[in-house]
């Protein structure tokens, strides 16, 4: 029998086709609260004043920690940010966003081959040839990410509110230079953490749709039949949901994409390639 997965899918994408599925557990059992807490998932650009409880910090990096590393090279650390003044000179350089300062807790992710490179050292090898190469480097970024999302899950599970940042990037250099990084790191983005304000409708009280399913899932092949209507499809849904928002006069998504790749207004994200460099990256 086809159902709903849950009414969270329903919000996901404000599309039945997308939302309706058979349910791959036992009718009569609830919907796992692990698969609750990700499906639940909305960005929080508003914070309450309130400490994190003892333990937090070190719970939220067991669960980085228990992710997928790519042969078990774990090629990522994190630099936790908690003091006011040094979290609002990050907020600063990352497009000024207010809700960094807000957050008790603010995480940066590095790619990290730095370990790699010293422990080839102290093990007697003069050369690192694999280091340079460009796999290393998206290995490092994916292996960030992973960690990252599993904290997003963990934190949100806590009942915690998260915000990715990726204007870090906007910065890149200054960042590196104000968290000491040395070469082979980097800050990839941030991630503001702590109890979300939610009567500030930038808490993210309602969840934001994506796009179709059958626009990014592909069976066995590639296939782009249907973008053009699944797009149309999309854009009434976010279209709606600003409505609800009150955040009325929003582009059309499509319309939106397209002005945003077309810009020639790309910020610090033009120097992005100089400063991965500059931290003796070689992308080769």
């Known amino acids: 029998m ?13 599309d039945s086709e997308s ?4 349910l791959p557990i ?8 692990a698969l609750s807490t990700i499906l639940s998932h909305r960005s929080c650009r508003a914070f309450l004043p309130f400490k994190l409880p003892e333990g937090t910090l070190e719970t939220l990096i067991t669960a980085a920690q228990s992710g997928s590393t790519s042969s078990l090279l774990q090629t990522w650390d994190v630099i936790a940010i908690q003091d006011p003044e040094h979290k609002s000179n990050i907020a600063t350089l990352a497009a000024d966003q207010d809700f ?11 790619p990290n081959l730095r370990r790699l490179k010293n422990l080839s050292e102290q093990y007697g090898h003069q050369d690192s040839p694999v280091l340079d190469n460009m796999n290393m480097f998206i290995m490092s970024t994916v292996d960030s990410a992973i960690a990252a999302q599993n904290v997003a899950i963990a934190a949100e599970s806590l009942g915690l509110g998260i915000c990715y940042v990726g ?4 910065n890149a250099d200054e960042v590196c230079k104000l968290l000491n990084l040395p070469p082979l ?45 699944n797009v149309a499809s999309y854009d009434k849904a976010l279209g709606t949901f600003y409505e609800e928002e009150s955040k009325f006069g929003r582009k ?32 080769e």
């Open 19 to 22: 939302s309706t599925f058979p």
């Open 100 to 110: 960094i300062r807000q957050a008790p807790l603010f995480l940066v992710f590095c």
């Open 2 to 14: 086809t159902k709903t997965i849950s009414p969270l899918a329903e919000a996901r994408y404000r």
């Open 167 to 170: 204007a870090l990037r906007h």
């Open 252 to 283: 059309a998504w499509g319309e939106f994409v397209a002005g945003r790749v077309a810009s020639q207004a790309q910020g610090g994200w033009v120097n992005i390639r100089k400063v991965i460099e500059k931290q003796g990256f070689k992308l």
């Open 26 to 33: 036992d009718p009569s059992n609830s919907l796992p609260s």
């Open 185 to 229: 790191t980097w800050g990839v983005f941030g991630m503001a953490v702590g109890y979300p304000d939610t009567a500030n409708r930038r808490s993210g009280r309602r969840i934001k749709p994506r796009l179709p399913m059958r626009e990014v899932l592909h069976m066995e092949r590639w296939n782009e039949e249907g973008q053009k209507d």
